[in-house]
C-alpha cells in the first residue's frame, strides 16, 4: 500500500486555468505538508497541516489555498495558473509527537503551465 | 531563522570510493537534522535522522552522518560507493514545533563513475 499518494502525477495545463492537487495519506498520521520544488531541484515548504489546521503558510501567493478535509487528506487548488508555477510539487506527512520527526514524502505532481 | 548550506552542488566519486557530502546548518536552536535521497523521478526517502540523541547517525543503504556541534556541520558519508547510489540527495533542517515544515538545502547530485 502506497503511504503517501498523490493524483495526478502530471498535470499539463494552460494560464489562467485553476487546477488542484490530491494528497492522500494512510500513515495515520496528525500533520501534512505541501512542498515545491522548481527546475533546479530547490525545495521550499508552502504549506503545513495539523489536524485539518494551518500551522504554516509560506510567503505562497493567495492563488494556491490548501484544503484538509481530514486529517488524512490535504488538497492543493491553484488559480490563475501562471508560468512560474510549473514545478513538481511534493505532500509530505509526519506524527506529530510535539517534536520534529520524519516527514514521509508522496511521488510527486509535476505541474507544468504552458 | 534556519538554513543549509551544502557545498558542492555535484560530487563525482568512482565505484567503492568514499562518499562525503558537505552540510553546514544554522540554527538558533538546537537543530533537528535530516538526510533525504531523491531518485529521479520520485519522490523524497528519509536517509537518516538527528534528533539530539546520538551524534554519530547511522541510516539506511550503509549511509551515517555525524553531527558536530562546534562545527555546526552534519556530513553525509558511506564507506564504499555503490552505482545504485546515484542520486540527488538534500540535507534538511526542522524547527521545534511538530508541524514545522523542513528547510532543505539546494541538494547535492551524486555521481558514481564505474
Known amino acids: 500500500d502506497t503511504a503517501v499518494s498523490q493524483t495526478p502525477k502530471y498535470l499539463v495545463t494552460q494560464m489562467g486555468n485553476d487546477k488542484s492537487i490530491k494528497c492522500e495519506q494512510n500513515?495515520?498520521?496528525?500533520?501534512m505538508y505541501w512542498y515545491k520544488q522548481d527546475s533546479k531541484k530547490f525545495l521550499k515548504i508552502m504549506f503545513s497541516?495539523?489536524?485539518?489546521?494551518?500551522?504554516i503558510n509560506e510567503t505562497v501567493p493567495n492563488r494556491f489555498s490548501p484544503k484538509s478535509p481530514d486529517k488524512a487528506h490535504l488538497n492543493l487548488h491553484i488559480n490563475s495558473l501562471e508560468l512560474g508555477d510549473s514545478a513538481v510539487y511534493f505532500c509530505?506527512?509526519?506524527?506529530?509527537?510535539?517534536?520534529?520527526?520524519?516527514?514521509?514524502f508522496g511521488p510527486g505532481t509535476r505541474l507544468t503551465v504552458l | 531563522a534556519q538554513s543549509v548550506t551544502q557545498l558542492g552542488s555535484h560530487v563525482s566519486v568512482s565505484e567503492g570510493a568514499l562518499v562525503l557530502l558537505r552540510c553546514n546548518y544554522s540554527?538558533?536552536?538546537?537543530?533537528?537534522l535530516f538526510w533525504y535521497v531523491q531518485y529521479p523521478n520520485q519522490g523524497l526517502q528519509l536517509l537518516l535522522k538527528?534528533?539530539?540523541?546520538?551524534?554519530l547517525v547511522k541510516g539506511i543503504n550503509g549511509f551515517e552522518a555525524e553531527f558536530k556541534k562546534s562545527e555546526t556541520s552534519f556530513h553525509l558519508t558511506k564507506p564504499s560507493a555503490h552505482m545504485s547510489d546515484a542520486a540527488e540527495y538534500f540535507c534538511a533542517v526542522s524547527g521545534r514545533g511538530g508541524a514545522d515544515g523542513l528547510t532543505f538545502g539546494k541538494g547535492t547530485h551524486l555521481i558514481i563513475q564505474p
Open positions: 497541516y495539523n489536524n485539518k489546521e494551518l500551522i
Open positions: 509530505a506527512s509526519s506524527q506529530d509527537g510535539g517534536r520534529p520527526d520524519t516527514q514521509y
Open positions: 538527528y534528533t539530539s540523541a546520538a551524534t
Open positions: 540554527s538558533s536552536v538546537p537543530p533537528y
Open positions: 500513515l495515520g498520521h496528525d500533520t
